[in-house]
């Protein structure tokens, strides 16, 4: 029986959970992504119905099959420990008043330092 591991990461600015090579939906914060991951692992556990199935192989043959709803992955979320406390270490993003005064402020700094050079 197969595996699927959803394991937490950074992603885009937030934090998401990601199963191979595929992203979740960007989360503003880790204990958000980790219990949006552990919903999603419960919910690809639970057996569907029994279904005919058809489909196109590479060679662009067509397939009949039936699949089993019972024939469910394994699920686990991988949450590295380290991960858990980045969130607390990222950098708190200035607005756009405090980018304003901060540019402000070097200004102020240049001209004053300029100034004693342009009275000699």
């Known amino acids: ?3 699927l591991e959803y394991e937490i990461v950074e992603h ?3 934090w998401a959970y990601k199963v191979d090579d595929v992203f979740s939906e960007t989360f503003p914060s880790h204990a958000d992504a980790l219990a949006a991951a552990e919903i999603a692992a419960g919910q690809h556990e639970l057996p569907g119905s029994t279904e005919n199935i058809e489909f196109q192989d590479a060679a662009g043959s067509w397939h009949e099959e ?3 709803g019972l024939d469910r992955p394994r699920t686990e979320v ?3 420990p380290a991960l858990r406390y980045a969130e607390r270490r990222t950098r708190v993003h200035r607005g756009t008043f ?3 005064m901060l ?3 070097i200004g102020f700094a240049v001209g004053y330092l ?3 050079a ?3």
């Open 1 to 3: 029986m197969a595996k």
């Open 12 to 14: 885009d600015g937030g």
């Open 66 to 68: 039936v699949a089993s």
């Open 78 to 80: 991988v949450d590295t």
């Open 98 to 100: 405090g980018t304003f």
């Open 103 to 105: 540019l402000a402020g």
């Open 114 to 116: 300029l100034r004693p």
């Open 118 to 120: 342009q009275r000699r």
